[in-house]
């Protein structure tokens, strides 16, 4: 069988560990490909990195430490774990360290796909670097598109490089848009033509209305906005249905996570603000639909676990068993759907203003919105401040509809220290 060769970026983390045993399960299941993990990193986690190293199949080729300060803990403990008889690690095994290691494993020649799962704006280098190369990249990295889809999306165009959904909504349109056009070039005659059939190759959707983004809600769904004043850290980490990292759980909660995935939307699928809708679905069975002109809405339902999203940005437009479970049919099960709330979600209205206006609005309210999480997190501010910081900050900012990939970085330098001061105020 061909290999095919995966670096996973931020493999110690919650989509990391999941995109990991999707490679195993893979390597056991798929006909046509050997699947081998060439390179993983881990920022602050080394020991669970090495561990993680050590457990693959085939051990990669290469470990890469984001963090340059772990270096000589990394170095340490990735020596002694080539000695061990329990690890498959051998001394060929590589050690990358700092932020420049992360593009090179990106970019690295044989390396088919990179699971971009590194958390925030610190995700954008590598993956704007895959997708330089020409990569099939499967994106969870969703900061990346919010700081800068117009400049991620144009280079994929210009170097071919596959932008696939791993955020669990995207991946649902992405499906549902791939199999009705599958169907579509199947049943394709001169009257009724098509284009093309892989939806990656996006640009415009002939009969799709919208694309509707399912929310489970959060832990704060039914709360009030004075309940939510008062919310604790571990009342906000606590998310009904998924099991996620701290910063996405915390987006959830206060549905900034939704907001950021429109802006991923209207960047991934090329689609204005104004063709994206929000439904609250709080069992995160529908993880999206897609409306055609007709009326006729498809859904992409299965059950709340990453490791089907991320097979299949993998393995498209192949499907294949996957280790994620069934969904139980022996039991009745409920799929109800409501309108989301905008007046106790503010950061839902943003995401729609900034998903409208572009520019350089991404970059700004995403760095607020990784300062004001963190502040949530050290307990210095609280959750109902993490909207109305993002508000502020986006309003104290001069937008740019066209800006530099240079530009954004630096508004999102200003914005982070802007959105601490308006934390003191
Ligand atoms: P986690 O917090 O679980 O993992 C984050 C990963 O990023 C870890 O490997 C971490 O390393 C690494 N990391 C943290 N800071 C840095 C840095 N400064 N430089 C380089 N690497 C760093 O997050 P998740 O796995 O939950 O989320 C990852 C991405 O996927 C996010 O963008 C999120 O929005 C998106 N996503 C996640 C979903 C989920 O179900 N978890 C669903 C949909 C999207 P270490 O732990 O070693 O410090
Ligand atoms: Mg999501």
Redesign the pocket.
Known sequence: RPVSRVAV????????V?ALDVIENLNRCDPDFAWEVSSM??????D??IELAGGCHTPPKCVVV??AEMEAQAAKALKTASTQTNSRLTERCRLDVG?DA?VRAATEKDVDVVVA????R??LESTLAAVHAGKRVAL????TLVVAGPVVTRAAADNGAELLP???EHSAIFQCLAESRARQSQFATAKQPNTAADPSAKTHWPGVRRLILTASGGPFRDWTTAQMREATIEQALAHPT???????TI?SASMM?KA?EVIEAKWLFDVPADKIEVVVHPQSLIHSLVEFEDGSLIAQVSPPD?RMPIQYALTFPRRLPCPAPELDRTQGWDMSLCPADPDRFPALALGFEVARVGGTAGAVVNAANETAVDLFLNGQIRFTDIPEICRRTLLDHDHESSPTLERLLKLDVWARGRARELAQI
């Open positions: 970026l931020g493999a110690t983390g919650s989509i990391g999941a990193s881990g920022h602050s986690q080394i669970p990195l984001s963090d932020p992360l799962a590194i958390v925030g610190a995700g969870a990295n969703k900061e791993v955020d669990s998924w099991k996620m990292g701290a910063k996405i987006d996570n950021l990453m």
